[in-house]
């Protein structure tokens, strides 16, 4: 049992689609959508373990190309689930992403997720504690399963949202940037003084060009 444990860890611990979209959801879009998003994972591994038990899993695939189509299905789910994370919050319009995977989204994962099927495959055909009794032995696989499985997505989903509190919008930054640069501006008309006035030409204050060559004529009769 205790070999069966460490196997748990080891293969739940590991970056993987779950964990890995785990933490993007909880980065992209908070703590709170990621839980759906993680109930939904944990609905779905544990319907893949179902299936292993049941043989389920071998009968579909079982089924020539099966896994090459489960496969692909996965592979295109991810880079959707990626750009969707990556785009939250976006105000681009044909990229506006505002809405989280949530509880199907997880489910859809895992039920096409082939690293879901080989750690559940790996877990209940191996490590064998209890061979008098199966179904008891697979209750207590589950129950150990589910033990270790539950904390560590609650883990990865708290660092990614360790990430989405810093929110570092470009409008944030701005903001700052704007607060950071107004003191220094007032700060340096200070230390300047006054503004100096603009220079005057002598005959500024003529109203129209007509009355500077009255002025101009005038001038020599002054003189003389």
Same mark, same amino acid.
């Given at each position: 049992?205790?070999? @069966?444990?460490?196997?748990?860890?080891?293969?739940? /611990?590991? %970056?993987?689609?779950? !964990?890995?979209? +785990? &933490?993007?959801?909880?980065?992209?879009?908070?703590?709170?959508?990621?839980?759906?998003?993680?109930?939904?994972?944990?609905?779905?591994?544990?319907?893949?373990?179902?299936?292993?038990?049941?043989?389920?899993?071998?009968?579909?695939?079982?089924?020539?190309?099966?896994?090459?189509?489960?496969?692909?299905?996965?592979?295109?789910?991810?880079?959707?689930?990626?750009?969707?994370?990556?785009?939250?919050?976006?105000?681009?319009?044909?990229?506006?992403?505002?809405?989280?995977?949530? @509880?199907?989204?997880?489910?859809?994962?895992?039920? /096409?997720? %082939?690293?879901?099927? !080989?750690?559940? +495959? &790996?877990?209940?055909?191996?490590?064998?504690?209890?061979?008098?009794?199966?179904?008891?032995?697979?209750?207590?696989?589950?129950?150990?399963?589910?033990?270790?499985?539950?904390?560590?997505?609650?883990?990865?989903?708290?660092?990614?949202?360790?990430?989405?509190?810093?929110?570092?919008?470009?409008?944030?930054?701005?903001?700052?940037?704007?607060?950071?640069?107004?003191?220094?501006?007032?700060?340096?008309?200070?230390?300047?003084?006054?503004?100096?006035?603009?220079?005057?030409?002598?005959?500024?204050?003529?109203?129209?060009?007509?009355?500077?060559?009255?002025?101009?004529?005038?001038?020599?009769?002054?003189?003389?």
């Amino acid at each position: 049992m205790i070999a @069966f444990v460490v196997a748990v860890f080891f293969l739940i /611990i590991t %970056p993987g689609p779950g !964990v890995l979209s +785990t &933490a993007g959801v909880g980065s992209g879009f908070g703590f709170r959508p990621g839980l759906n998003y993680v109930a939904g994972l944990f609905v779905g591994s544990n319907t893949v373990g179902l299936a292993v038990v049941t043989g389920f899993a071998a009968l579909l695939f079982s089924i020539p190309g099966m896994r090459i189509a489960l496969f692909s299905l996965s592979i295109a789910y991810l880079l959707y689930l990626a750009a969707k994370i990556a785009f939250a919050g976006s105000k681009i319009s044909f990229i506006h992403s505002e809405k989280p995977p949530g @509880f199907i989204g997880g489910l859809a994962l895992q039920a /096409i997720n %082939p690293k879901a099927y !080989v750690v559940n +495959t &790996a877990l209940f055909t191996g490590f064998p504690f209890m061979p008098q009794n199966l179904m008891l032995e697979a209750a207590i696989k589950f129950f150990l399963m589910n033990l270790i499985w539950i904390p560590t997505h609650l883990a990865w989903l708290w660092a990614g949202t360790a990430l989405h509190r810093l929110d570092l919008s470009r409008a944030r930054i701005s903001r700052s940037t704007s607060q950071w640069q107004q003191p220094c501006c007032w700060s340096l008309q200070s230390q300047a003084g006054p503004p100096l006035p603009n220079p005057q030409p002598r005959f500024a204050r003529t109203r129209s060009p007509g009355a500077l060559l009255i002025h101009l004529m005038e001038a020599p009769r002054r003189s003389g």
